[in-house]
């Protein structure tokens, strides 16, 4: 973890150690996300609570401790975006067009991209495509949530500069390099 991040997270730990607030934050920031048509289809079909209920699990793990990639968080975020991205291998017919997403890079001449999965069942949620645009209604829904709740401004704006840091993360980029030249 970032110097620069770690004290934000301590003091939101802090301010969400209250399961129920967070359970909170989640089932509204989660209703939003799956009513807003421009990202539901990343959403796999299970329930809407079985999805919200593996995020709430997941942040339980990560702000309960000051180790990220601790065995108990990493498991919960793979069981998230196993829950709430994942499909089933059935086709209905010949293979669909974003199982060879890749095939583009190498056919099409564009830059091959380099993939960084945070767990093995983040490729769940990559393998949908999902893009700066759609991080940012992400964003929107969450500020949403936290206004609804009447969340205390400098609160949110700590949970929205944590969920910015996760942009290139989530979606898959490798992090740039914080090195000074």
Known sequence: MSATVAPQVQSMRAALSDDNWVGRIVDVFYAKMLDDYRIN???FSRPATEQASALKAYLAAYFSTFN???EKVMAA???YFTVAFARSNTKSGPAGGADFAFSRDIAGGQETKTIKLLCPAHSFLIKLGPDDFHYDIVLEHLNAAL???NVADD???QMLAL???GRNALLGRASKSNRTA
């Open 77 to 79: 975020l793979d069981h």
């Open 68 to 70: 990220n990639k601790d």
């Open 163 to 165: 969920a910015e840091k």
């Open 41 to 43: 289809r990343f959403f």
């Open 147 to 149: 206004q609804q709740l």
């Open 155 to 157: 609160l949110a704006y």
